[in-house]
């Protein structure tokens, strides 16, 4: 199994934890430290090794940060995590913040209003989001304060860092040689004047080098950092023994390989102005080059554009990833059916869906499954634990969030199934979240469009009924890599504009808590359309191919091209995944799929 049960939430051990760390406070005369999710590499997965907020506090989602006083300790999560921090944090010392809503910077306004020094690893936090900090600190009296990090200090049996095996990836399956990727980047390089670039995301790595990993669970990426310079040669900082003779050879020698405590001088010497990316690279590779003396040009990362415009090769990857993928979920839909209500558990559906998934070819799942049924259905990024599971009753709504990592694409797929008739609130719910899914999934919209100006289209059946969900509609994807690729996303603070190759989900969702959740999500991928005025026009090929439970469906809600991209849906899943299915299947399918 790739996936555990085992209940990594401790709220019971915080209390003596935040004391060591109160205590290491007093002693270097701080005020405040603040604990991100982040690691140094500014992932949005981390190790066990750099699970620091889940330490401390318990609280186990993929984004927040802790904040501790002498005398407060504030957990700041999003909309996605709200229900589920109160349940893995001790209420008697944390404080759920809603965070973006409330800053750190006006939480610590009133937190320490006679000011005071705030104590912060500058690996763990972006260039970005230290001089945003700054802004909101500026009059306080708060100082910021660069310091090793002190959740380690106080951290005894703090796990090793990972060294997970790099392993090549089929340069056929991108489409692209690791030397053509590295020439891109320094022609980009030569053509703003730079010298170099620091790359320090895992995937930007990965994607230029055509290598993958396993030091991240879910996410097939090495930890690392890399320069590049104006002439493509890379320099790569990672342990050297991660890269066996087969993955050398493949990098050539155009790579040098170095271990990570030879970065700080590979960044002394890099050439010329050095590019490097505020919103990704750590404060403290910043400082180092400064420090060096090295001239830094503030930038995007210059992988990331090219990485998120797949290749053609890349997204045929990713179809022929979704068709196996298509039949690992089929078969995990007709086996719910077939499951008597009240006799089987979210586990086991978790483990079946995983059986399913090995069988059509993953080599591991691109997260942990969302199973919930009932009132854990309404926790967003809930996962399921031997102590949460919950036995599926008659007539509850089973959020089922997944997808697989196969070698040739990356899958996530969302489906809300009926395990009986369901309440006239939830169908109505369904019915909106389903006419938002595909109203996306027709858009036409001009090139130049952003995220933020077409999501407004997913969230519209629920405003018009007071309604509305407290995450992004969707994120980017990678190809044969992490599940959530930035910067690209479909939300109202996505400003970078959609361009053809990229790949996102599109997962509308409307949730009650202690009830039920609803989400419906594909994959799509970002298209030329065709226009009767010659307009340069852009839209979305479907990528999922997965029956939509018809039984949550009011159908007198739905327009008449709802129902016929609907049913024009099911008709495709039917015509390319019915024939890869098992002889028993297909009748399930025919009635999954019929034309509403």
Same mark, same amino acid.
């Given at each position: 199994?790739?996936?555990?049960?085992?209940?990594?939430?401790?709220?019971?051990?915080?209390?003596?934890?935040?004391?060591?760390?109160?205590?290491?406070?007093?002693?270097?005369?701080?005020?405040?430290?603040?604990?991100?999710?982040?690691?140094?590499?500014?992932?949005?997965?981390?190790?066990?090794?750099?699970?620091?907020?889940?330490?401390?506090?318990?609280?186990?989602?993929?984004?927040?940060?802790?904040?501790?006083?002498?005398?407060?300790?504030?957990?700041?999560?999003?909309?996605?995590?709200?229900?589920?921090?109160?349940?893995?944090?001790?209420?008697?010392?944390?404080?759920?913040?809603?965070?973006?809503?409330?800053?750190?910077?006006?939480?610590?306004?009133?937190?320490?209003?006679?000011?005071?020094?705030?104590?912060?690893?500058?690996?763990?936090?972006?260039?970005?989001?230290?001089?945003?900090?700054?802004?909101?600190?500026?009059?306080?009296?708060?100082?910021?304060?660069?310091?090793?990090?002190?959740?380690?200090?106080?951290?005894?049996?703090?796990?090793?860092?990972?060294?997970?095996?790099?392993?090549?990836?089929?340069?056929?399956?991108?489409?692209?040689?690791?030397?053509?990727?590295?020439?891109?980047?320094?022609?980009?390089?030569?053509?703003?004047?730079?010298?170099?670039?620091?790359?320090?995301?895992?995937?930007?790595?990965?994607?230029?080098?055509?290598?993958?990993?396993?030091?991240?669970?879910?996410?097939?990426?090495?930890?690392?950092?890399?320069?590049?310079?104006?002439?493509?040669?890379?320099?790569?900082?990672?342990?050297?023994?991660?890269?066996?003779?087969?993955?050398?050879?493949?990098?050539?020698?155009?790579?040098?390989?170095?271990?990570?405590?030879?970065?700080?001088?590979?960044?002394?010497?890099?050439?010329?102005?050095?590019?490097?990316?505020?919103?990704?690279? &750590?404060? =403290?590779?910043?400082?180092?080059? +400064?420090?060096? !003396?090295?001239?830094? $040009?503030?930038? #995007? /990362?210059? *992988? @990331?554009? &090219?990485? =998120?415009?797949?290749?053609?090769? +890349?997204?045929? !990857?990713?179809?022929? $990833?979704?068709? #196996? /993928?298509? *039949? @690992?979920?089929?078969? =995990?839909?007709?086996?719910?059916?077939?499951?008597?209500?009240?006799?089987?558990?979210?586990?086991?559906?978790?483990? @079946?869906?995983?059986?399913?998934?090995?069988?059509?070819?993953?080599?591991?799942?691109?997260?942990?499954?969302?199973?919930?049924?009932?009132?854990?259905?309404?926790?967003?990024?809930?996962?399921?634990?031997?102590?949460?599971?919950?036995?599926?009753?008659?007539?509850?709504?089973?959020?089922?969030?997944?997808?697989?990592?196969?070698?040739?694409?990356?899958?996530?797929?969302?489906?809300?199934?009926?395990?009986?008739?369901?309440?006239?609130?939830?169908?109505?719910?369904?019915?909106?979240?389903?006419?938002?899914?595909?109203?996306?999934?027709?858009?036409?919209?001009?090139?130049?469009?952003?995220?933020?100006?077409?999501?407004?289209?997913?969230?519209?059946?629920?405003?018009?009924?007071?309604?509305?969900?407290?995450?992004?509609?969707?994120?980017?994807?990678?190809?044969?890599?992490?599940?959530?690729?930035?910067?690209?996303?479909?939300?109202?603070?996505?400003?970078?504009?959609?361009?053809?190759?990229?790949?996102?989900?599109?997962?509308?969702?409307?949730?009650?808590?202690?009830?039920?959740?609803?989400?419906?999500?594909?994959?799509?991928?970002?298209?030329?359309?065709?226009?009767?005025?010659?307009?340069?026009?852009?839209?979305?090929?479907?990528?999922?191919?997965?029956?939509?439970?018809?039984?949550?469906?009011?159908?007198?809600?739905?327009?008449?091209?709802?129902?016929?991209?609907?049913?024009?849906?099911?008709?495709?899943?039917?015509?390319?995944?019915?024939?890869?299915?098992?002889?028993?299947?297909?009748?399930?399918?025919?009635?999954?799929?019929?034309?509403?």
């Amino acid at each position: 199994m790739w996936q555990d049960f085992s209940n990594v939430a401790d709220p019971a051990a915080a209390a003596p934890r935040v004391a060591a760390l109160r205590g290491l406070m007093a002693r270097e005369g701080l005020d405040a430290v603040i604990v991100p999710r982040a690691d140094a590499y500014q992932g949005e997965y981390v190790a066990d090794a750099d699970a620091r907020l889940r330490w401390l506090t318990g609280f186990s989602g993929s984004a927040g940060f802790a904040i501790v006083t002498a005398l407060q300790a504030g957990v700041f999560i999003d909309g996605r995590y709200r229900v589920q921090v109160r349940a893995e944090t001790d209420p008697a010392l944390f404080t759920p913040v809603p965070w973006p809503e409330t800053s750190a910077a006006t939480w610590l306004r009133e937190a320490l209003p006679h000011g005071g020094a705030l104590g912060f690893d500058p690996w763990l936090h972006s260039r970005a989001e230290i001089e945003a900090l700054s802004r909101g600190l500026d009059g306080s009296g708060i100082s910021l304060r660069a310091i090793a990090n002190p959740v380690d200090a106080i951290w005894p049996d703090r796990p090793a860092p990972p060294q997970g095996p790099a392993r090549v990836h089929d340069p056929a399956l991108a489409g692209a040689s690791a030397a053509e990727r590295c020439g891109i980047v320094a022609q980009a390089l030569r053509a703003a004047g730079q010298g170099a670039t620091v790359l320090t995301l895992p995937d930007s790595i990965a994607w230029l080098l055509n290598i993958r990993g396993a030091d991240i669970p879910r996410n097939p990426v090495v930890q690392a950092f890399a320069t590049v310079d104006a002439e493509g040669r890379v320099g790569l900082y990672a342990d050297p023994g991660k890269f066996d003779a087969q993955v050398r050879a493949h990098l050539g020698n155009g790579v040098t390989i170095a271990p990570p405590d030879q970065f700080a001088a590979g960044l002394a010497a890099l050439p010329g102005v050095v590019r490097l990316d505020p919103d990704s690279a &750590p404060e =403290a590779v910043f400082r180092a080059l +400064e420090s060096a !003396g090295r001239e830094v $040009a503030r930038d #995007r /990362d210059p *992988v @990331a554009l &090219p990485k =998120a415009r797949k290749t053609p090769a +890349e997204l045929s !990857g990713m179809r022929a $990833a979704h068709r #196996r /993928d298509a *039949v @690992a979920m089929i078969r =995990a839909l007709a086996w719910i059916d077939a499951q008597a209500p009240g006799r089987f558990t979210e586990i086991e559906v978790v483990r @079946a869906l995983e059986r399913f998934r090995v069988e059509a070819g993953a080599i591991d799942i691109s997260f942990d499954t969302i199973c919930g049924a009932g009132p854990n259905g309404a926790i967003v990024h809930y996962r399921v634990t031997e102590a949460t599971n919950r036995t599926i009753r008659p007539g509850e709504l089973l959020l089922l969030d997944s997808g697989g990592q196969y070698p040739d694409g990356t899958t996530d797929v969302t489906r809300t199934i009926a395990t009986g008739p369901a309440s006239e609130v939830a169908r109505d719910a369904y019915t909106r979240v389903l006419q938002g899914m595909i109203g996306l999934s027709r858009l036409r919209f001009p090139r130049g469009m952003a995220g933020r100006d077409i999501e407004a289209v997913a969230r519209a059946p629920l405003w018009t009924a007071g309604l509305d969900f407290d995450h992004g509609t969707g994120h980017g994807v990678g190809a044969a890599l992490c599940v959530h690729e930035g910067p690209l996303r479909i939300s109202r603070r996505s400003e970078l504009p959609l361009e053809p190759g990229m790949i996102f989900s599109n997962e509308p969702g409307y949730y009650r808590e202690g009830e039920w959740g609803i989400r419906i999500e594909n994959l799509i991928a970002v298209e030329p359309a065709p226009s009767p005025d010659g307009r340069d026009m852009l839209g979305f090929e479907t990528l999922t191919l997965v029956p939509i439970d018809r039984r949550l469906i009011e159908p007198g809600m739905l327009s008449r091209a709802e129902i016929a991209w609907l049913d024009a849906y099911h008709a495709r899943v039917r015509t390319e995944i019915g024939p890869l299915l098992p002889e028993g299947l297909r009748g399930w399918l025919e009635q999954a799929t019929a034309p509403l």
